[in-house]
């Protein structure tokens, strides 16, 4: 709703790209200025009574576990060193090597793939 302020709309018009008949929408409107006038002041909210707002509360006086508590609370629930699965798989397999094959480099590759093109005489 508009008070008795000032009310200013400017309308942009810009050159058609379509004919006006054909043209989908109407001219773009950029701006609505309003004074402050238009505004609502502070006094014109309506706030409850203070007597209806919710009452009392207080602050959290609990004590938070700290670091050292929460490893004694978490403990008893962690397995042990005894309760850990049998390894003895892992050492059955023996060891293993380290590659030693040679990679290819680049020009390589490019000789791999030329190899595999047809030349222009073929």
């Not at 989908?24 to 909210?45: E, H, M, N, Q, V």
């Not at 009452?55 to 508590?69: D, I, T, V």
């Amino acid at each position: 709703m508009v008070g008795a302020g000032l009310l200013l709309l400017l309308t942009v018009h810009f050159p058609p790209l379509v004919s006006p008949s054909s043209a989908p929408f109407p001219p773009i409107s950029l701006f609505a200025f309003r004074t402050p006038k238009d505004f609502p002041g502070p006094g014109s909210y309506c706030l409850p009574a203070s007597s209806s707002l919710v009452p009392g509360g207080r602050f959290n006086q609990s004590n938070a576990k700290g670091y050292l508590e929460w490893i004694e609370a978490l403990g008893p629930k962690l397995p042990g060193p005894a309760d850990h699965p049998d390894r003895s798989f892992e050492r059955a397999a023996g060891g293993g090597r380290f590659n030693r094959s040679k990679a290819k480099t680049n020009l390589d590759w490019v000789m791999h793939y030329a190899a595999q093109r047809p030349g222009p005489a073929e």
